[in-house]
């Protein structure tokens, strides 16, 4: 059994084969100028802060040959994939599919709908690209992770109000144990980070946990450590 500090209380994983990183949308069209992140008049360096703790994680879970996961929120060139009102909502600059300085804004392909160098994937490493805000709505991540005997989740990435709170509360309606991880998620409003990370543990983990990446990164390898001693 695998304990990890977090809040509300301890959370606890079987075993390491059971849990999956889940890092969401790290891509281009959010994480820099020029694409629908900034198209949207939002502060978009904000987004940036993580990228330090979160490339630890992944790193961390890399050394271990753990599951992980990256998704993608995209679609389809001709946007068969996107309801119109998914388009028309904003009222911004450029919208979904238009042409930006990075391609068109959020197309599956586009260069500004890649990951971020620092944490581009690996091959092998599962890739989800999806259409909503939530990484189980139309994809194949729920038959991914029950393939490979995932029971637990830590959930990362960006925006912790939108995409990763999303996910999140899919997860725990699909029965998934799940942590959000503070300090690789942000937003581009503080408060709404501050309150999504105290929505999902009120109530004694409603929606799940909350921890450091510090303290499951210990916790992670502390009993890999234990397990290659004996």
């Not at 360096?45 to 990256?70: D, N």
């Not at 009222?91 to 804004?105: A, F, V, W, Y």
């Not at 909350?210 to 234990?226: F, G, K, N, P, Y």
Request: aromatic share 6%.
């Amino acid at each position: 059994m695998i304990t990890i500090p977090a809040q509300p209380y301890d959370y606890e994983i079987p075993d390491l084969s059971q849990v999956a990183l889940v890092i969401i949308d790290m891509q281009r069209d959010f994480m820099e100028p020029g694409g629908f992140g900034d198209a949207l008049g939002n502060d978009v360096p904000r987004l940036q802060t993580i990228v330090p703790t979160l490339k630890a994680l992944l790193e961390g879970f890399r050394r271990l040959s753990l599951t992980i996961v990256h998704t993608l929120e995209c679609h389809q060139p001709d946007l068969s994939d996107c309801p119109p009102s998914k388009i028309k909502r904003g009222k911004g600059t450029l919208t979904i599919g238009d042409q930006g300085p990075m391609g068109r804004i959020l197309i599956k392909g586009e260069p500004g709908n890649g990951i971020i160098p620092e944490l581009a994937p690996l091959p092998g490493e599962t890739v989800i690209y999806k259409p909503g805000k939530g990484a189980f709505y139309a994809t194949p991540l729920q038959s991914i992770l029950q393939e490979k005997g995932i029971t637990h989740l830590l959930i990362t990435g960006v925006t912790t109000e939108v995409c990763v709170q999303t996910t999140m509360r899919e997860a725990n309606d699909r029965g998934y144990e799940c942590v959000m991880v503070e300090d690789a998620t942000e937003s581009y409003f503080p408060e709404f980070k501050t309150s999504t990370l105290e929505m999902v543990r009120a109530q004694g983990g409603i929606v799940g946990w909350t921890a450091s990446v510090a303290d499951i990164l210990q916790a992670l390898e502390q009993t890999a450590q234990r397990a290659i001693a004996t």
